[in-house]
């Protein structure tokens, strides 16, 4: 996720800048830049990569002192529209170079005001969203910043945190923030904004959060807040009393436990720019679809051409694999399409049987997976068509592939993969409600139903999350279980897969996991009352069978645990214990049922004494063979 400072104050503002931003690589990005306000007017150096190609870049002018001056902007940059380049780094200016923007969020109708804007006449250097907000604000501008913001605003769809500054102005910053963080630091002689907090404990620990739809006015002795209609606000202020390690986490223990908690707006994000309609796209947009909503893939180039395909491959590994066994039971009950799913490093030294109207769907998180990257090179020979799903932009898979649709998640650290996996789960719901809509197979009611019920997901996944507790609770009885099983069926077994490998990864935990319907086949043979049970139950029409398999494992020793859905009452007299979430289709079940099991294998590990973040033997990107 991208990172922003911003520093005016009674000192040089480019050490400051990039000290802040040293202090947010954690978050990672791909490229970063700074703009600074001196004697010689506003002047931007940005860079592609790590930081310190920035730092070698600018340091001949800072010790001419070519880039002294007492306010600037500083931008670590995680790509989404447009790969990592100098070019699209940010800062962004209009058009004259007066006016730089920082931005942090997506930007969701940039496409139409870029049209707009360039119909204007504002010619654009950038492919990135952040661009058009440094022409708006140019377009309204009329020798103030705020007013100009404030009209910038209205025309504005999606999430931002803003940093602006004028060279027209050189005593004050300006920031802005909808859905994505922002704070400002209240220092003696100086005054900072960063969207997280690390980033200004080297100047002071006394912040103000910024809340959705409020600016913040930043002198050299004060800070001034107001709402978007531009009336002054008064804020409360905060003491910052965590160390900076904790504040890397915004306060929780671990990444896994922050990026678990990432999931609903990762999937807001992920979903809401791949909607048309009705509460998805700004009023007086022509949709087409007045008053419901569709689903629009067109943006990456997904048009009715990608529907003819006569079977669905899809090739990934480790969590993005059971995302995409996912995806093959999506493809064929919302397409009626023949999908088969894959692991990459079998997919690649088997003999693949290819036809001429195949599409291959290949899942990476980090898009450089070795394996994964065999098996799109092989499909991509024999002629197919690829579509990527990942997480980074400007990845080599996202860069060899015919059409790349992102994850918007933001970066993963944590090793084991979680909001990365949710949100490949909704791009593969998205790509296969359009596959069975285009392919007339799906009714127009049945599809506004599946819209609708992806449209609940996020708040559905938050819902999980407020009851954390109960799964902590319940982890704290059973961290001594040296042997768990996590079984189901259909969706259910494709999110028992998932669940299993969480377990094993952080906590060491012998885990597996099977379709229910096998476990009279062998695995039953291993159940005895040392073992831990857990049953996935979301798919309606096997309850009955579900209950059976829970009997049978009870018989045997086992404790037992189900998840199944918050009005369903089945299980209360076979299981131990019950676990609930929000209803939604049985079909989509995975987005929510995963997040207990993900819950419940970080609590595990750190009842254990692990570290969750750095499980023993793993590497986050598995670049070799
Ligand atoms: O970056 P990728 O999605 O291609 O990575 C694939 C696997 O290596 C990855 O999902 C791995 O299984 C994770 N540790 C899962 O938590």
Not at 260 to 273: F, M, V
Not at 321 to 342: L, M, N, Q, S, T
Not at 568 to 585: G, Q
Request: glycine share 8%; charged share 25%; with cysteine.
């Amino acid at each position: 996720m991208c990172g922003i400072v911003g520093y005016i104050g009674n000192q040089e503002a480019a050490p400051a800048l990039i000290g802040g931003l040293r202090k947010l690589e954690y978050r990672g990005y791909d490229s970063a830049g700074i703009a600074v306000m001196g004697k010689n007017g506003l002047k931007v150096r940005k860079s592609k990569g790590a930081l310190k190609f920035l730092e070698e870049k600018i340091a001949a002018e800072l010790a001419a002192g070519d880039l002294s001056g007492s306010m600037g902007l500083g931008h670590t940059r995680w790509a989404t529209h447009g790969e990592p380049s100098d070019i699209n780094s940010h800062p962004h200016t209009d058009v004259s170079g007066k006016i730089a923007v920082v931005h942090n969020g997506i930007i969701e109708n940039h496409a139409k005001l870029r049209a707009w804007l360039a119909g204007q006449g504002f010619r654009f250097r950038s492919e990135t969203d952040t661009e058009v907000v440094a022409h708006l604000i140019d377009f309204y501008y009329k020798g103030e910043l705020l007013p100009a913001l404030i009209s910038a605003l209205k025309r504005l769809e999606g999430s931002y945190a803003l940093g602006i500054i004028s060279a027209e102005d050189p005593d004050h910053i300006i920031a802005a923030r909808r859905e994505s963080p922002l704070v400002a630091g209240l220092g003696k002689g100086k005054n900072l904004i960063a969207s997280d907090v690390p980033a200004l404990l080297e100047h002071t620990r006394d912040v103000y959060y910024l809340k959705d739809r409020e600016i913040a006015i930043l002198g050299r002795d004060g800070i001034d807040f107001y709402n978007e209609e531009g009336r002054p606000i008064e804020k409360e202020k905060f003491r910052i009393e965590w160390d900076a390690a904790a504040a890397e986490k915004a306060g929780y223990e671990h990444f896994m436990l922050k990026e678990i908690h990432e999931q609903p707006k990762a999937l807001t994000d992920t979903l809401r720019a791949r909607l048309r309609g009705a509460g998805s796209e700004p009023a007086g947009t022509d949709s087409g679809a007045a008053g419901s909503r569709s689903i629009n893939l067109e943006e990456i180039g997904f048009d009715s051409s990608w529907a003819e395909a006569g079977r669905v491959v899809i090739s990934a590994c480790g969590t993005a694999w059971h995302a995409g066994v996912i995806g093959k039971y999506a493809f064929e009950h919302f397409a009626r399409i023949p999908a088969d799913v894959d692991v990459a490093s079998e997919f690649r030294y088997r003999n693949p049987i290819y036809n001429p109207r195949d599409i291959f769907i290949i899942l990476s998180q980090s898009g450089e997976t070795a394996d994964t990257l065999a098996a799109m090179r092989m499909a991509k020979k024999s002629g197919a068509r690829i579509i990527a799903i990942t997480n980074v932009v400007g990845s080599t898979l996202a860069r060899e592939a015919d059409l790349v649709m992102y994850t918007w998640a933001g970066p993963e650290i944590a090793v084991a993969s979680t909001k990365a996996f949710t949100t490949q789960l909704m791009c593969l719901y998205l790509i296969a409600l359009q596959f069975g809509s285009l392919r007339g197979v799906i009714s127009a009611a049945e599809l506004a139903a599946a819209i609708e019920a992806l449209d609940k997901i996020p708040s559905q996944a938050e819902r999980i999350l407020a009851d954390k507790e109960t799964i902590q609770r319940f982890a704290s009885l059973q961290f001594n279980k040296s042997k768990v099983f996590y079984m189901g069926r259909l969706f259910d077994y494709a999110a028992s897969l998932e669940s299993a490998l969480k377990l094993k990864e952080i906590s060491y935990t012998h885990c597996e996991a099977f379709a229910a319907g096998e476990l009279k086949h062998g695995p039953i043979a291993l159940v005895d009352p040392s073992t831990l049970v857990m049953a996935l139950c979301t798919q309606t029409a096997l309850f009955d069978k579900m209950v059976s398999n829970i009997k049978e494992v009870k018989a045997r020793g086992a404790s037992t645990a189900v998840i199944t859905w918050e009005d369903a009452d089945y299980f209360n007299e076979t299981a131990d214990s019950v676990f609930r979430i929000p209803r939604t289709l049985d079909s989509l079940s995975p987005m929510l049922s995963v997040i207990p099991a993900q819950l419940y294998a970080y609590y595990i590990s750190v009842l254990r004494g692990l570290d969750p973040d750095k499980p023993r033997n793993l590497a986050k990107s598995v670049t070799v063979e």
